[in-house]
């Protein structure tokens, strides 16, 4: 079955680095632009950054533009998040989800938590 | 940046009922928009994309209609499981943006 796995998630002082990592299985991972999303404690979701299927595009939100970069290896089916200048308010759950149907995101994976605190 | 405003924040109603949610966009997003249900502790889970069709799997109860800036998730007759946080998500332009959830209460 479709299924996303995230992993390098922890705790990291304020202006370090952590970098995430999404392993994908059970569809054609080539075939598909991926997305980060993140949900602060008690807050909604918030779109974090997508690269289409073939790595050649890729969108930042304002929040994390110049901070964070998604890249992906299709021959490993894995999408990275590496994220650098780390703030407290970068504290969040970070799902990977894939493009799916209509452009919606479909599915998600579980999450890997990231906490930014002294 | 495209604001996405869902209506109402909370609502609470019995297991049977008919539960309208709306959300609203600051600009035409045509139809790209969808609907997911978020309960703690799990991934979200799609239930609309393309602002009216149905996700393979999802129970019929749930439909979305609208188009344009004007967007509603109904679920026709409530079920205990239907407890959770919905969030609609317009995916017309980047940067993609989420509403800021509608909490079911049963």
């Known amino acids: 079955q479709v299924q996303l796995v995230e992993s390098g998630g922890g705790v990291v002082q304020p202006g370090g680095s952590l970098r995430l990592s999404c392993a994908a299985s059970?569809?054609?991972?080539?075939?598909?632009?991926m997305h980060w999303v993140r949900q602060a404690p008690g807050k909604g979701l918030e779109w974090v950054a997508f690269i289409r299927f073939d790595g050649t595009d890729k969108f930042y939100a304002d929040s994390v533009k110049g901070r964070f970069t998604i890249s992906r290896d299709n021959d490993k089916n894995t999408v990275d998040l590496q994220m650098n200048s780390l703030k407290p308010e970068d504290t969040a759950i970070y799902h990977c989800?894939?493009?799916?149907?209509?452009?919606?995101?479909?599915?998600w994976g579980q999450g890997a938590l990231v906490t930014v605190s002294t | 940046d495209i604001q996405m405003t869902q209506s109402p924040s909370s609502v609470s109603a019995s297991v049977g009922d008919r539960v309208t949610l709306t959300c609203r966009a600051s600009q035409g997003i045509r139809y790209w928009l969808a609907w997911y249900q978020w309960k703690p502790g799990k991934a979200p889970k799609l239930l609309i994309y393309a602002a009216s069709s149905l996700q393979s799997g999802v129970p019929s109860r749930f439909s979305g209609s609208g188009s344009g800036t004007d967007f509603t998730l109904t679920i026709s007759s409530l079920q205990p499981e239907d407890s959770a946080t919905y969030f609609c998500q317009q995916s017309d332009s980047f940067p993609y943006t989420f509403g800021q959830g509608t909490k079911v209460d049963i």
């Open positions: 059970g569809f054609t991972f080539s075939s598909h632009g």
């Open positions: 989800a894939r493009v799916a149907l209509g452009m919606a995101l479909d599915p």
